[in-house]
């Protein structure tokens, strides 16, 4: 056989065969792609829970700031008190403020109270996420769904103790629901009840 046919006959076998050293380069390049896009979907996931409870932490620090406001209401600074609970209101709590709060006033107003109080737990019961009520979860009908698209049920307990005139001092324990809505951004309450 002459020379020039062997040279090309080991050319040929050469470029038709996938050394080892392909083979693994080839398991390699997988493996790293693989391990790249498992990498991103768990920082993904690691994001979303992060952002996920801080917007829970600022739901319930609204929540407890405005509580803190509403039981620790005095004669001194009833209207004050009135006027920052009213900002931080949305929806159909804020128009029906006056009537839903009205108790509170002149109960302040006739005792003459010196009132103290103070948050003790605020935990999240539930999150909205579906306004229209697809999902099958109850949704605040205190807030239209063009005006947010979550509200979180916020669970407050506190205790005020209140001292009128020659009276020995009242303890009053509140459990309140709230309902914590995003509007532009900013949590705003929109719901109001008391718990038994």
Same mark, same amino acid.
């Given at each position: 056989?002459?020379? /020039?046919?062997?040279?090309?006959?080991?050319?040929?076998?050469? !470029?038709?065969?996938?050394?080892?050293?392909? &083979? /693994?380069? /080839? &398991?390699?390049?997988?493996?790293?792609?693989? /391990?790249?896009?498992?990498?991103?979907?768990?920082? $993904?996931?690691?994001?979303?829970?992060? *952002? =996920?409870? !801080?917007?829970?932490a600022?739901?319930?620090?609204?929540?407890a700031?405005?509580?803190?406001?509403?039981?620790? %209401?005095n004669?001194?600074?009833?209207?004050?008190?009135?006027?920052?609970?009213?900002?931080g209101?949305?929806?159909?709590?804020? $128009?029906?403020?006056?009537? *839903?709060?009205?108790?509170?006033?002149?109960? &302040?107003?006739?005792?003459? $109270?010196?009132?103290t109080g103070?948050? =003790?737990?605020?935990?999240? +019961? +539930?999150?909205?996420?579906?306004?229209?009520?697809?999902?099958?979860?109850?949704?605040?009908?205190?807030?239209?769904?063009?005006?947010?698209?979550?509200?979180?049920?916020?669970? &407050?307990?506190a205790? *005020?103790v $209140? +001292?009128?005139a020659?009276?020995?001092?009242?303890?009053v324990?509140w459990?309140l629901?709230?309902?914590?809505?995003?509007?532009?951004?900013?949590? %705003?309450? *929109?719901?109001? +009840?008391s718990?038994?």
């Open positions: 056989m002459p020379e /020039a046919d062997q040279v090309t006959q080991s050319q040929g076998r050469r !470029t038709g065969v996938v050394s080892g050293f392909g &083979v /693994a380069s /080839a &398991v390699l390049a997988l493996a790293a792609v693989v /391990a790249a896009a498992v990498i991103a979907l768990m920082w $993904s996931g690691h994001r979303a829970a992060v *952002s =996920e409870r !801080t917007y829970q600022r739901s319930m620090q609204a929540a700031e405005w509580t803190g406001v509403l039981i620790n %209401m004669t001194d600074n009833v209207e004050g008190s009135l006027a920052t609970l009213r900002d209101t949305v929806g159909e709590l804020n $128009s029906g403020f006056d009537a *839903s709060i009205a108790p509170y006033r002149e109960v &302040v107003k006739t005792l003459r $109270s010196r009132t103070k948050v =003790e737990s605020v935990s999240i +019961e +539930e999150v909205h996420r579906d306004p229209d009520g697809q999902s099958g979860q109850r949704t605040p009908a205190s807030l239209a769904p063009e005006f947010t698209d979550r509200t979180d049920t916020v669970l &407050v307990v205790t *005020s $209140s +001292e009128n020659g009276a020995k001092p009242t303890t324990r459990n629901r709230l309902g914590v809505s995003d509007v532009d951004g900013k949590p %705003m309450i *929109s719901r109001l +009840e718990v038994k």
